[in-house]
């Protein structure tokens, strides 16, 4: 193993805090320097948590019914439910941000995933049968 000298591992550490800081859309892609993470200020991580995405994506009618929704487990983002309104929220995952698929709120009006489960099983036994 290479042994880093102080440089090296003060230029990693600070190549990292950029890139996870761009990678949740709180610096830009011209902004790759420690100067722009001193100018952070406390409105650019309110906008990137959940509970502000829920609302501003209009899933909620204010920024108190986007917490009670992610809450009550509601919201997930991508495949995964999120129940925690602090959530920060990647600049890839923005765009999956919708009602989970058991929300009665969501596509998946009422039907749980034993629901589904079950309706599965029971196609591929029919598919079964056909053969």
Do not use: C
């Amino acid at each position: 193993a290479r042994v880093m000298n102080a440089k090296q591992w003060y230029q990693r550490r600070v190549h990292g805090l950029l890139r996870r800081l761009t990678k949740f859309g709180l610096l830009q892609e011209n902004e790759q320097r420690l100067d722009y993470v001193l100018g952070l200020t406390i409105e650019k991580f309110l906008e990137r948590r959940l509970q502000t995405k829920v609302f501003k994506l209009g899933l909620a009618k204010s920024i108190h019914h986007a917490r009670v929704l992610t809450k009550q487990r509601h919201i997930r983002v991508g495949h995964r439910l999120v129940d925690v309104p602090s959530f920060l929220v990647k600049m890839d995952s923005e765009k999956h941000i919708d009602f989970s698929l058991t929300s009665p709120f969501g596509q998946g009006a009422g039907r749980t995933s034993k629901t589904k489960t079950s309706e599965v099983k029971r196609t591929k036994a029919e598919d079964e049968d056909d053969v």
